[in-house]
């Protein structure tokens, strides 16, 4: 099912909603601008904020095509972009010694083909599909080093690649880039001032009620509340690591594992492990702290409830 | 007659460069009298741009040349430039309380023009050029006068700056590159030459990981205590900054400031104002642990990713919360390559690690360094050269 791309900023945001994305306004904005731009779209943010995950909604969404390319440090083009198949050729150059072939050029113009064209990521993106353009998703640029930035900027900037055997490939529709960053180091200016940018922050409580129980269907919703609520006082505390999104889906879904029907300290204490992930902030926080919080919950829900 | 004037008055310009800390010889002098014959004398512009194209070799002289260009030439009538000498005698030399060079960015540029009219250099020049070549912090530096430093302080600072080259750890890359001696083929060339020779394989291309310097975070302490030493290590840090992309800067006295973007301006004076400005509480009181702690909350996860060497620079006296500190220090440690402490109390022979705020350091670095002087940077070269890539052991005092 292949769909139209959204042609207002309601629309982007009733689009990404139907693959179970909930953006604020303002990703909604960068998404269709991006969108309508032809641009590429940077995102950065904490972990655990969905940044990934636009890019999944938006593939599926507009049942596009996704292709993952996962950043690490020395990241080459070879598992990137395109790669010769070397057995592939070795053998060739066998085979034509055998049948006695071996004119020079004829070989050098047999070997470097595309038969033995390797697809990486980068390079299937600006290929023609018939679902139309993929959803490239090049995630945590960040752990990538630079001469990779640096290869990135004819990409993303012309949506073409250099194959100096076989020429220039050029897209002939642009495929929708999304690059995702976690800032463990700045990304370089010459790739940010190709990209449309946006901050992905952590959704205030109503927004982050909305998507735990979009994500976590089976979960009672006095619970999601709770739950909710105790993460954002946790964000209030300032911990190493933050608590992100993620970490309330996924806490919401162990608590419906085991069939956990109110946050009482016990409980609490026990399944902690699945949002903090650093002992400094565990042992901060369990105990006193988590009655403190839970006891804050209770007194603003009672409130609520008088007022009601 | 004309002529004679105005290649006298090119002359003074330069040397009033030269004075300023540009590299000037003779011969690019002569270069631009030669251009200046051939370009004419039209526009102001064209002469400026003849002057900045034969006179310099380096982008970070722009800032300083207009300024001073625009000082020396003051008359607009190109024509008539025998009388621009003495307007700008007359401009620097009165006490003119308007005269708009007195704020100037550029002391080294101020006390340039002075030199142009004769007047000696004062004493006081001359014993604080003194103070800086034994920098052994007794007294003379003790100035507050931060945001420039004068002709004679950076002149020799930036003599033993251009010697100075800081041997980062380096670490080995994941990218591999070609190479003759690597344990790993690479296929592409032995296809790419096979196919070249009609299907023989002559020559067995090969691949090796390359090496990377690790990124260096300098954490700088500008209490009252420390901030001549930072003075002088953040003038070092905007020399190498302008190598170095990844270098990161940041000070601390009660609060944490990042001036990495401050010390990308190329002018060292001019960056170094920079830095003083964003800093609200240089020379003011020192609050250690809280800083490291801003540190670790907002700053390490961006900053100290690739291995990055951090350099702390503080004499670690906390009065305050030695506690905190300590757990500080110790998760510092744990986030990054290498923590080298830079502490001018060393300089003192005989220094025992007493104070509660040293000792609550001391166990979690990788090398305590003293730097009080130009001659301990060099150490410290040295040193950070040394820790690379052997295994991280146990705090070692050097």
Same mark, same amino acid.
């Given at each position: 099912?292949?769909?139209?791309?959204?042609?207002?900023?309601?629309?982007?945001?009733?689009?990404?909603?139907?693959?179970?994305?909930?953006?604020?306004?303002?990703?909604?904005?960068?998404?269709?601008?991006?969108?309508?731009?032809?641009?590429?779209?940077?995102?950065?943010?904490?972990?655990?904020?969905?940044?990934?995950?636009?890019?999944?909604?938006?593939?599926?969404?507009?049942?596009?095509?996704?292709?993952?390319?996962?950043?690490?440090?020395?990241?080459?083009?070879?598992?990137?972009?395109?790669?010769?198949?070397?057995?592939?050729?070795?053998?060739?150059?066998?085979?034509?010694?055998?049948?006695?072939?071996?004119?020079?050029?004829?070989?050098?113009?047999?070997?470097?083909?595309?038969?033995?064209?390797?697809?990486?990521?980068?390079?299937?993106?600006?290929?023609?599909?018939?679902?139309?353009?993929?959803?490239?998703?090049?995630?945590?640029?960040?752990?990538?080093?630079?001469?990779?930035?640096?290869?990135?900027?004819?990409?993303?900037?012309?949506?073409?690649?250099?194959?100096?055997?076989?020429?220039?490939?050029?897209?002939?529709?642009?495929?929708?880039?999304?690059?995702?960053?976690?800032?463990?180091?700045?990304?370089?200016?010459?790739?940010?001032?190709?990209?449309?940018?946006?901050?992905?922050?952590?959704?205030?409580?109503?927004?982050?009620?909305?998507?735990?129980?979009?994500?976590?269907?089976?979960?009672?919703?006095?619970?999601?509340?709770?739950?909710?609520?105790?993460?954002?006082?946790?964000?209030?505390?300032?911990?190493?690591?933050?608590?992100?999104?993620?970490?309330?889906?996924?806490?919401?879904?162990?608590?419906?594992?085991?069939?956990?029907?109110?946050?009482?300290?016990?409980?609490?204490?026990?399944?902690?492990?699945?949002?903090?992930?650093?002992?400094?902030?565990?042992?901060?926080?369990?105990?006193?702290?988590?009655?403190?919080?839970?006891?804050?919950?209770?007194?603003?829900?009672?409130?609520?409830?008088?007022?009601? | 007659?004309?002529?004679?004037?105005?290649?006298?008055?090119?002359?003074?310009?330069?040397?009033?460069?030269?004075?300023?800390?540009?590299?000037?010889?003779?011969?690019?002098?002569?270069?631009?009298?030669?251009?200046?014959?051939?370009?004419?004398?039209?526009?102001?512009?064209?002469?400026?741009?003849?002057?900045?194209?034969?006179?310099?070799?380096?982008?970070?002289?722009?800032?300083?040349?207009?300024?001073?260009?625009?000082?020396?030439?003051?008359?607009?009538?190109?024509?008539?430039?025998?009388?621009?000498?003495?307007?700008?005698?007359?401009?620097?030399?009165?006490?003119?309380?308007?005269?708009?060079?007195?704020?100037?960015?550029?002391?080294?540029?101020?006390?340039?023009?002075?030199?142009?009219?004769?007047?000696?250099?004062?004493?006081?020049?001359?014993?604080?050029?003194?103070?800086?070549?034994?920098?052994?912090?007794?007294?003379?530096?003790?100035?507050?006068?931060?945001?420039?430093?004068?002709?004679?302080?950076?002149?020799?600072?930036? *003599? /033993?700056?251009?010697?100075? #080259?800081?041997?980062?750890? !380096?670490? %080995?890359?994941?990218? &591999? =590159? @070609?190479?003759?001696?690597?344990?790993?083929?690479?296929?592409?060339?032995?296809?790419?030459?096979?196919?070249?020779?009609?299907?023989?394989?002559?020559?067995?291309?090969?691949?090796?990981?390359?090496?990377?310097?690790?990124?260096?975070?300098?954490?700088?302490?500008?209490?009252?205590?420390?901030?001549?030493?930072?003075?002088?290590?953040?003038?070092?840090?905007?020399?190498?900054?302008?190598?170095?992309?990844?270098?990161?800067?940041?000070?601390?006295?009660? *609060? /944490?400031?990042?001036?990495? #973007?401050?010390?990308?301006? !190329?002018? %060292?004076?001019?960056? &170094? =104002? @920079?830095?003083?400005?964003?800093?609200?509480?240089?020379?003011?009181?020192?609050?250690?642990?809280?800083?490291?702690?801003?540190?670790?909350?907002?700053?390490?996860?961006?900053?100290?990713?690739?291995?990055?060497?951090?350099?702390?620079?503080?004499?670690?006296?906390?009065?305050?919360?030695?506690?905190?500190?300590?757990?500080?220090?110790?998760?510092?440690?744990?986030?990054?390559?290498?923590?080298?402490?830079?502490?001018?109390?060393?300089?003192?022979?005989?220094?025992?690690?007493?104070?509660?705020?040293?000792?609550?350091?001391?166990?979690?670095?990788?090398?305590?360094?003293?730097?009080?002087?130009?001659?301990?940077?060099?150490?410290?070269?040295?040193?950070?050269?040394?820790?690379?890539?052997?295994?991280?052991?146990?705090?070692?005092?050097?």
């Amino acid at each position: 099912m292949v769909r139209n791309l959204p042609t207002s900023i309601d629309e982007t945001s009733e689009l990404l909603g139907k693959a179970d994305y909930l953006p604020d306004r303002r990703l909604a904005t960068a998404v269709f601008l991006a969108l309508s731009l032809g641009r590429p779209l940077l995102l950065e943010g904490e972990p655990g904020t969905g940044k990934t995950e636009v890019a999944k909604a938006l593939a599926s969404a507009l049942g596009r095509r996704l292709l993952r390319l996962q950043c690490y440090e020395g990241l080459d083009l070879a598992s990137a972009a395109y790669e010769w198949n070397y057995a592939g050729q070795l053998l060739e150059i066998r085979l034509a010694e055998a049948s006695g072939v071996a004119q020079r050029e004829q070989l050098a113009r047999s070997l470097f083909d595309e038969r033995f064209l390797i697809r990486r990521p980068l390079l299937q993106s600006i290929e023609p599909d018939p679902a139309g353009p993929p959803v490239l998703l090049i995630d945590e640029l960040d752990r990538a080093d630079e001469p990779f930035e640096a290869y990135l900027l004819e990409l993303l900037s012309d949506f073409q690649i250099t194959i100096p055997e076989l020429g220039t490939r050029r897209a002939l529709a642009p495929p929708i880039v999304i690059l995702t960053s976690n800032r463990t180091r700045e990304i370089h200016d010459a790739v940010k001032r190709r990209c449309i940018y946006h901050w992905v922050g952590f959704p205030d409580a109503a927004r982050e009620l909305q998507i735990v129980r979009r994500r976590v269907p089976g979960i009672e919703a006095a619970l999601a509340a709770r739950i909710v609520a105790f993460v954002h006082q946790l964000r209030e505390l300032e911990l190493f690591k933050q608590p992100g999104v993620a970490e309330s889906i996924e806490w919401s879904r162990a608590l419906a594992a085991l069939d956990a029907v109110s946050l009482d300290p016990a409980m609490v204490d026990d399944t902690l492990g699945v949002v903090l992930k650093y002992q400094d902030d565990l042992e901060r926080v369990r105990g006193a702290q988590v009655e403190r919080i839970l006891a804050g919950i209770d007194a603003s829900t009672s409130e609520q409830a008088a007022d009601a | 007659m004309h002529d004679r004037r105005f290649a006298g008055n090119v002359l003074r310009f330069a040397r009033l460069l030269r004075d300023a800390g540009m590299p000037i010889g003779t011969d690019r002098i002569l270069l631009g009298l030669q251009a200046l014959k051939l370009a004419g004398l039209e526009s102001r512009e064209d002469f400026r741009g003849v002057l900045a194209s034969c006179l310099l070799d380096r982008a970070d002289q722009l800032d300083l040349f207009d300024e001073a260009f625009d000082r020396f030439w003051v008359t607009p009538d190109l024509l008539t430039l025998g009388g621009a000498a003495r307007q700008v005698a007359e401009q620097t030399g009165s006490a003119d309380p308007d005269d708009e060079f007195t704020p100037s960015a550029n002391r080294r540029l101020a006390e340039a023009f002075a030199g142009l009219h004769g007047t000696e250099r004062s004493a006081v020049t001359l014993e604080r050029r003194e103070a800086v070549l034994s920098a052994s912090g007794q007294e003379a530096l003790r100035q507050a006068d931060f945001d420039s430093m004068s002709a004679d302080e950076w002149r020799e600072a930036h *003599r /033993l700056l251009t010697r100075w #080259r800081l041997q980062l750890p !380096r670490v %080995p890359t994941r990218r &591999l =590159r @070609a190479s003759n001696r690597g344990h790993r083929p690479d296929w592409r060339r032995i296809a790419a030459d096979a196919a070249r020779r009609g299907g023989d394989f002559v020559h067995l291309a090969r691949l090796q990981p390359g090496t990377r310097a690790t990124p260096l975070v300098a954490l700088i302490d500008v209490s009252g205590s420390m901030s001549r030493y930072s003075r002088m290590f953040l003038m070092f840090l905007h020399a190498l900054a302008s190598r170095e992309r990844s270098t990161q800067v940041f000070l601390f006295g009660t *609060r /944490l400031t990042s001036v990495t #973007r401050a010390l990308r301006t !190329r002018d %060292p004076d001019m960056a &170094l =104002r @920079a830095c003083a400005q964003l800093v609200p509480d240089w020379s003011g009181g020192t609050r250690i642990g809280e800083c490291l702690h801003r540190f670790n909350l907002q700053w390490s996860r961006r900053v100290l990713g690739q291995n990055a060497t951090v350099l702390l620079v503080t004499d670690g006296l906390e009065r305050e919360n030695t506690a905190l500190l300590s757990f500080e220090a110790e998760r510092l440690s744990k986030s990054c390559h290498r923590l080298v402490w830079l502490n001018p109390l060393l300089r003192y022979r005989g220094f025992e690690p007493r104070a509660s705020g040293v000792r609550a350091i001391l166990p979690h670095v990788d090398a305590h360094l003293p730097v009080h002087n130009l001659n301990s940077l060099d150490d410290l070269s040295r040193a950070l050269g040394a820790l690379g890539r052997h295994p991280r052991n146990a705090s070692t005092s050097l």
